[in-house]
Structures are given as structure tokens and as C-alpha cells.
């Protein structure tokens, strides 16, 4: 899985928050609109939904926004016509990537990506070229803070977690796509500190990038997600972490 989670701590250490906040909350609204449209406007009875709105909660999106979304999803307000698409290629180093986009034109959105990739190293690959390689799992975030390792197992299992696993100072509980929201909810309520949940392509292996390869894949990824339509990208790849956050 270190492909997915040191991309997230390299992304944390090279945050400017501030400055991308706005582009943040937008890719969130989106998330928020799809997720409705396609599963209703109860997050109670739509785990996508719950977990986006989490998500944008946790971001400090405001409650207005938020209802706004969800409206223009279930079609109560006028909204633009979002679809998911999946591109799949490598970056350099050979790393696999998944590219997961919110759009109102594919057409638009795969020239950029393409665009993005051949000038960083990479290449479009054609559909399940590397999803194999990936499982799409649920993560719920818990802090670590020195707690009792047996005990946050325990409350996971319990809640109907598939694995958990201590990373630096969080651990990642595993879980099944649809059981996110409720393992997360499960947590929290017994007391666990939970610092956030997502849906997301797991690696199933990872590939080694070192050197300038590590520095042009940190800089494609960074491209990557900053394009509009583009909502994140999973990759493959393990490297050191505190360097490339220097990059």
C-alpha cells in the first residue's frame, strides 16, 4: 500500500494549503453532485455520498455548500452534467497510475491528461492496463498518539474492518468500499481519534523509484492533480518520503 499513503504524506509536507483551497473545495462539490446524482441525496443510505461529505466537513467546507451540491446532484438546482472516468497509464520508473476524473467533457479531460503525461515522463495506457495491479478498498484515518495498538485493532475488527496497519503516527484500517462510512462511524464512536476516511486504489505491489525518476514522478503527479476535471491519482510506487517532499 505505499504508494497510497507516502503519495499522501508527501502531498502533506509540500501542502500550500491556503493557495489551493479553492480548487479543493471545488473537486469536493463535484465529488458531493456525482455521489448524489447517482445514489440519491441521503447519506444515510449512500455510502459514496457520506463519505465525500465527510470528507468536505472535515475540510472546513461550509454547511451551505455542502446542501448546495447535493441539491444540484439530485437535480433540485440547476447544475452541470458531471461523469466519472477512469484513465489508467505509467509514470516514470515504470510506476502504475490510476486517474480518477470528475468531468463534463471527456474529450477535453483525456487531452489533458495525455498532454500532462507524455510531458512528464509518462504514457496513457489503455483500460485495465494497470488496474489489476490495484484493489479499490475504504481507509479510515486514526491518530496514533500512543494509544493502545490491541485496542484500536479490537474497536476495527469490531466495527468490521478488514486490516489495520501503524504508519508513522496514524494507523489505516482497511475496510470494504460500502463500509467505510460505517466502520468510521463505529470508531468514533468509541472514542477513537479519527482524522479521516476515503475510498480509494490500493496497490497490491509497489515499484522502487529513486534518483530523478522519484523527482519527475512527485512533479507529474503534482500536474496531475492540480488539472480541474482530474480528483486524484493513485500510483504504485514506494521512494523515501521526507526527500521528495523537499522536491
Do not use: C
Not at 51 to 65: G, V, W
Not at 74 to 81: A, H, Q, R
Request: without cysteine; hydrophobic residues 40%; aromatic residues 4%.
Amino acid at each position: 500500500m505505499a504508494g497510497h499513503s507516502k503519495w499522501k504524506q508527501i502531498k502533506h509536507y509540500k501542502a500550500a494549503a491556503d493557495a489551493k483551497r479553492g480548487a479543493m473545495f471545488t473537486k469536493m462539490i463535484r465529488e458531493i453532485t456525482v455521489a448524489a446524482k447517482q445514489g440519491g441525496g441521503d447519506p444515510g443510505g449512500n455510502p459514496r455520498l457520506r463519505t465525500a461529505i465527510e470528507i468536505a466537513k472535515a475540510a472546513s467546507m461550509p454547511k451551505e455548500n455542502i446542501e448546495r451540491a447535493v441539491k444540484k446532484g439530485t437535480g433540485e438546482l440547476e447544475g452541470v452534467d458531471y461523469v466519472d472516468v477512469m484513465y489508467e497509464g505509467y509514470g516514470p520508473g515504470g510506476v502504475a497510475l490510476m486517474i480518477q476524473a470528475l468531468t463534463d467533457n471527456p474529450t477535453r479531460t483525456v487531452a489533458e491528461v495525455r498532454h500532462k503525461l507524455s510531458r512528464g515522463g509518462g504514457n496513457l495506457g489503455a483500460t485495465n492496463s494497470v488496474a489489476w495491479m490495484f484493489d479499490r478498498k475504504g481507509q479510515v484515518y486514526v491518530a496514533a498518539g500512543g494509544g493502545d495498538d490491541d485496542a484500536t485493532l479490537d474497536a476495527a475488527l469490531e466495527a468490521g474492518a478488514e486490516d489495520l496497519r501503524r504508519e508513522d503516527d496514524q494507523y489505516i484500517v482497511t475496510t470494504d468500499p460500502t463500509a467505510v462510512a460505517t466502520v468510521r462511524a463505529a470508531l468514533e464512536g468509541r472514542g477513537m481519534p479519527v482524522t479521516g476516511s476515503e475510498i480509494a486504489w490500493i496497490p497490491r505491489t509497489t515499484v522502487r523509484v529513486e534518483g530523478k525518476p522519484a523527482e519527475q514522478l512527485v512533479k507529474l503527479l503534482d500536474e496531475l492533480e492540480d488539472l480541474d476535471d482530474v480528483q486524484k491519482v493513485e500510483a504504485n510506487f514506494d521512494m523515501d518520503v521526507a526527500d521528495m517532499a523537499q522536491t
